[in-house]
């Protein structure tokens, strides 16, 4: 004749619980204070859950303790810099490559290019020469409009225009 679990109720099962994590506090308090346990609390417990009770106790120990051996110091990354770089380029003769001048870009952050407000053309974008000349290839930028470009350097990007006297605006941080 087959069994069937008995059904518990939802106050049994909040009971259970409660005395759980009671028990669960009781261990990890007794381990920081390498106090004994009081046998009231977990009297009603088998051997099999304090076992499992104590270990967990213990390995939240053992974290607590590595992260305060850590002496981590914790700050956003990318670290704020002290500096920045800016200027503009003049893109003095339609359809012709201009490229930026050579700054670092520090790890994490990023260049950005914004055509100048009073440009009435585009700014065109591309990683040479051929590139951004080819103006069905290359990134447009309108006047207002901004890109950030994760390089390395800033002299990897080139910019030309459809116009005379087209600005590209630009801004790195510096460490």
Not at 23 to 30: F, K, P
Not at 68 to 94: E, H, M, R, S
Request: aromatic share 6%.
């Amino acid at each position: 004749m087959a069994t069937t679990p008995r059904e518990s109720s939802g106050a049994e099962s909040i009971t259970a619980l409660a005395t759980t994590g009671t028990a669960i506090a009781a261990v990890l308090m007794a381990l920081r204070r390498r106090e004994p346990i009081s046998n009231e609390v977990l009297a009603h417990l088998d051997e099999e859950t304090m076992v499992l009770l104590t270990a967990q106790a213990q390995a939240v120990a053992d974290i607590l303790n590595v992260i305060k051996n850590l002496g981590l110091v914790v700050q956003g990354y990318p670290p704020n810099t002290p500096t920045f770089v800016t200027d503009q380029l003049i893109c003095q003769a339609a359809n012709t490559a201009y490229q930026l001048p050579a700054f670092e870009i520090p790890e994490g952050f990023q260049l950005l290019l914004k055509g100048h407000p009073n440009n009435a053309g585009f700014i065109y974008v591309g990683k040479s020469q051929p590139d951004c000349t080819n103006f069905s290839h290359a990134w447009p930028l309108l006047a207002q409009e901004m890109i950030g470009l994760a390089l390395k350097d800033t002299s990897s990007v080139w910019v030309a225009s459809n116009m005379v006297n087209q600005i590209v605006c630009y801004a790195v941080e510096q460490k």
